[in-house]
């Protein structure tokens, strides 16, 4: 019988394994590969084209703490992070708040509406939203007619940082209203009507009820938006360049020019391993936030 045991559980095992093979496939060559390649790159002063290269060690990793292009990516990291979080959570819950009280005939269907942005392609939304802002566009032409407004819309730090915060959230707070709206409809009948028995309605529902039933979603939106907050590139790319001033630079912006402009791929890459290290760090401290307020509600 014991013997039966132990062959059924070395089945299982390995049943384990080959199911798992092909993710542990894919890691190897897609994650692990070039992780090890990158770390190899980024002791290199290498362009990827010559047969030169010259092993320079540390040397990389500490010109990075005297660039000011890499200061403004790392600070500009968090200057995104803050209002693009908030701002996608909050019109995320508006969204899906008002589509959950329309009737289930027509919900689907809004609900796909506010979808589409996120499918929508970020060079065409950055190529329209650029033309708009132009000076000489005709929105501008109405601004200094009728009101006296002469505003350089991408070329004043003001005005560029949050029109790059802007389209980051039009194009992404529908998607995650979806979460938000799947764990609304995810609540109970009977929840709901106890609420109702005991008064809770409007806004003391949603602080009370709705948010606390819901937060386990409310958490994966955070941790993806905070990912996200760290991944912007073609809006800032298209749009000023990183300027003015680096005020919207972002870490994949210098990483990509630094590699692939400069062909200075061994800075590049030493850029690309703090930058992980970055969103590592603080992806872990708002996981352990979020965990410590899923334990108060009993998540």
């Not at 093979?21 to 090890?36: D, E, N, T």
């Not at 209203?177 to 409007?202: C, Y």
């Not at 400069?262 to 872990?284: D, E, H, K, N, W």
Request: with cysteine.
């Amino acid at each position: 019988m014991k013997k039966k045991k132990n062959a059924f559980a070395r089945r299982r095992d390995l049943i384990g394994w080959v199911l798992n093979a092909p993710y542990l496939l894919y890691s190897l060559v897609f994650f692990l590969i070039p992780l090890i390649w990158a770390f190899w790159l980024s002791m290199m002063d290498w362009n990827l084209m010559s047969d030169d290269r010259i092993f320079v060690g540390l040397r990389n990793f500490t010109d990075l703490f005297t660039d000011n292009k890499v200061q403004a990516a790392f600070v500009n990291s968090y200057r995104y992070l803050v209002p693009i979080v908030l701002l996608c959570f909050l019109f995320g819950l508006i969204i899906a708040l008002l589509v959950s009280k329309l009737p289930d005939k027509i919900k689907g269907f809004v609900a796909v509406l506010f979808f589409i942005p996120y499918l929508t392609s970020g060079v065409a939304t950055s190529v329209v939203v650029k033309y708009f802002f132009n000076y000489n566009s005709i929105f501008n032409e109405f601004l200094r007619e009728h009101f006296g407004l002469n505003i350089n819309w991408l070329t004043d730090e003001r005005y560029a940082f949050g029109i790059m915060v802007g389209i980051v959230v039009w194009k992404m707070a529908g998607y995650y209203a979806l979460f938000i709206l799947s764990g609304i409809e995810g609540i109970g009948t009977d929840v709901n009507e106890a609420a109702a028995l005991d008064g809770s309605t409007g806004f003391h529902k949603l602080i009370h009820v709705t948010l606390p039933m819901i937060l386990p979603t409310l958490t994966t939106v955070l941790v993806l938006a905070t990912g996200l907050a760290f991944g912007i590139f073609t809006e800032p790319y298209l749009l000023t360049g990183g300027g003015p001033n680096l005020s919207t630079t972002s870490w994949q912006l210098e990483i990509y020019n630094t590699s692939f402009t400069r062909f200075q791929s061994g800075y590049g890459a030493a850029m690309a391993i703090v930058s992980a290290v970055q969103i590592f760090i603080t992806l872990r401290i708002v996981n352990f936030v979020a965990d410590k307020l899923n334990e108060r509600f009993g998540f």
